[in-house]
């Protein structure tokens, strides 16, 4: 099993920035990657960014990039998002989440997942 507590998110006005944070714990050293999904209220779960653990390789969904970066620590299993130049459209609730292997761009490919965190931009 493996743990994941969020934290970071908030209300920031558009053109802000905030910072995600993702804390796992228990079997970490099961991860392939960790990743960060969003779910806007009355829609899909979509996902936002990842990386690998192994070698820190990165993966973005189109809407983000160049705009949120995805990081981790790997002495604290932690990852972190990055989220610059916020848009009213990226207001959603924003969930962690762990996979075992790849690929590493599909919800139903990950095994764990956090509680979420609100993240809301206004206009």
């Known amino acids: 099993q493996v743990q994941l507590v969020e934290s970071g998110g908030g209300l920031v006005q558009a053109g802000g920035s905030l910072r995600l944070s993702c804390a796992a714990s228990?079997?970490?050293?099961?991860?392939?990657?960790m990743g960060w999904f969003r779910q806007a209220p009355g829609k899909e779960r979509d996902f936002v960014a990842a990386?690998?653990?192994?070698?820190?390789?990165?993966y973005y969904a189109d809407s983000v990039k160049d705009r949120f970066t995805i990081s981790r620590d790997n002495a604290k299993n932690t990852v972190y998002l990055q989220m610059n130049s916020l848009k009213p459209e990226d207001t959603a609730v924003y969930y962690c989440?762990?996979?075992?292997?790849?690929?590493?761009?599909?919800?139903?490919?990950?095994?764990?997942w956090g509680q979420g965190t609100q993240v809301t931009v206004s206009s």
């Open positions: 989440a762990v996979t075992t292997s790849a690929p590493v761009v599909t919800k139903t490919n990950y095994n764990y």
């Open positions: 990386i690998r653990w192994s070698d820190g390789r990165t």
């Open positions: 228990g079997r970490a050293f099961s991860m392939y990657a």
